[in-house]
């Protein structure tokens, strides 16, 4: 099974949705973090299932939240770039990320 390895930035991204949430309502925000850890949880065994969108990104949206869970592979890892909300102007923010790995 592929290793799960996370750009720094992807808490930060965590971080940000799940305030915003919980300023919706007390505790959306925990809801929103069991859903991100899940995909998470899945993406060794399922991420091959998910079609590449641009260069050799994949993205796979959460279920009940309009987020992107967007990664790479490599033979060993699955390599998480971002976590961000579907109407947020992704691509450029998610290949500067994508550099980082070479």
Do not use: C
């Amino acid at each position: 099974m592929l290793l799960l390895d996370f750009h720094p930035l992807v808490e930060a991204d965590l971080a940000e949705s799940a305030i915003w949430y919980e300023r919706q309502q007390v505790g959306l925000s925990h809801r929103f973090l069991i859903e991100a850890h899940e995909v998470f949880r899945r993406l060794p065994r399922d991420a091959k299932l998910y079609a590449v969108r641009f260069a050799d990104i994949r993205r796979v949206n959460l279920n009940s939240f309009p987020h992107g869970v967007f990664y790479f592979l490599t033979e060993e890892a699955v390599v998480v770039l971002a976590v961000f909300h579907g109407q947020r102007d992704f691509q450029a923010e998610v290949k500067k990320r994508r550099t980082t790995y070479g």
